[in-house]
Structures are given as structure tokens and as C-alpha cells.
């Protein structure tokens, strides 16, 4: 009886998320560009460092400056680029930043010196950098998508998404950097930017 019960509060808990995402088409459109920006993010968390450290050379000191010059630009970045957001919208400040971040990745991969390395990190590749602050700005639509009482449901449908993207992505950009396609790897945000610009604008 209870395991009767607990399968019908599962299929309960189901059924009540279909019906939230069944409920506005954004919904399913800003979750799919969530979780590939998730999936895209956490896949340079994992290639990055090593493409730095064994691809470009730098030092475990050099790699900490790195990213420190990279939270710290993130960290001055978050209000300005919020200030922007409130008054030419989120869409028309997203891409400017997002472009910023996918031109960070390409220095990132072409990088002849540390130099540029430090104009990527300050550039915003992945969470951090100026680019970094189109995912405060994304985030913020993908709360507006839905009504206040809807909150707390779609905050739960985040982390499913989220948690799904870093299981994923890690377990990829490893096996993707064993297998010799490291370039590869870090190139592939730009791409699924692409993707995460066309749904966003579909959502409209």
C-alpha cells in the first residue's frame, strides 16, 4: 500500500509538471535554451582548465590569476549590464553579451601568448568576465516566463534541468578530451549559442 501510494504521488508530481509546461510554449522554449546554456557552461568548466593548462602551457598560478581577473571583471560587470537590461530589454542586451562570450571562447582556442588568455578571462568566457553577465540576463527572462505562483514550480523544473546539463556535459567534454577533440569541445558553446538565440527569439 504504501509503495501503491508513493507511485501515485509521483505520477501526481508528473502529471503536474506536464500540465506547467503544457501551460505556455515559453516555457518548453527558454527550458531547451536553459538547459543547452547550462549544458554549454558546465562542458567549459571541465575543458577549459585543461586546455589551459596542457594545451596553452600556464602554470597553477597563472591559471588562479586567471580566473580571479575573470570573477573579479564578472563581479564589476553584474549591475551595469543588469542597469542595461532594465532599459533597452533583455533580449537586445543579450546578444551583445553573448557575442562578447563567444568572441572570448574563439581568442581562448587561438590564443599565441598569455596575454590573450588574460583579454579572454576579462572578455568572459564560460561564467565569469563581462560576457559572463548574459547568463544574469537570460536568467532573469526565464523567471519573467512564467506568473509569480508558477515560481517555485519552475524553479524545481531549474535544477532538473540543470542537474541533467552537468551530468551530461561532464561526462562529454571528458570522454571528448581523451578522444583528442578538445578544440573541438571548447568551440561547441559558440555553436549551441547559436541555437540558445534562435529559441530565445521563437519565444517572443
Known amino acids: 500500500m504504501f509503495l501503491l501510494g508513493g507511485e501515485r ?3 501526481g508530481i508528473l502529471k503536474e509538471y506536464i500540465a506547467f ?3 505556455d510554449k515559453r516555457v518548453i522554449l527558454l527550458g531547451s535554451a536553459l538547459m543547452l546554456r547550462n549544458f554549454s557552461m558546465n562542458l567549459l568548466m571541465v575543458i577549459v582548465p585543461l586546455w589551459l593548462v596542457y ?3 600556464l602554470t597553477a598560478v597563472i591559471l588562479g590569476l586567471v580566473t580571479t581577473v575573470s570573477s573579479a571583471v564578472l563581479c564589476f560587470s553584474q549591475y551595469p549590464a543588469g542597469k542595461l537590461a532594465d532599459r533597452f ?3 537586445r542586451t543579450f546578444l551583445p553579451f ?3 562570450y563567444c568572441l572570448a571562447i574563439l581568442i581562448l582556442i587561438w590564443a599565441p601568448s598569455v596575454e590573450y588568455i588574460f ?3 576579462i572578455l568572459g568566457f564560460g561564467l565569469g568576465g563581462v560576457g559572463g553577465t548574459a547568463f544574469t540576463i537570460f536568467i532573469t527572462m ?3 516566463s512564467t506568473s509569480p505562483e508558477s515560481r517555485g514550480r519552475q ?3 531549474d535544477q532538473i534541468l540543470w542537474t541533467i546539463s552537468v551530468i551530461s556535459s561532464s561526462l562529454i567534454a571528458g570522454y571528448m578530451w581523451d578522444m583528442g577533440f578538445g578544440a573541438f569541445a571548447l568551440s561547441l558553446p559558440v555553436f549551441i549559442e547559436a541555437v540558445v538565440i534562435v529559441l530565445l527569439f521563437i519565444s517572443r
Do not use: C, M, P, Q
Open 119 to 121: 583579454l579572454a578571462s
Open 155 to 157: 524553479y524545481g523544473f
Open 98 to 100: 553573448t557575442a562578447l
Open 89 to 91: 530589454g533583455n533580449r
Open 55 to 57: 594545451v596553452k602551457g
Open 21 to 23: 509546461l503544457k501551460k
Open 9 to 11: 504521488e509521483i505520477l
Open 142 to 144: 526565464w523567471f519573467e
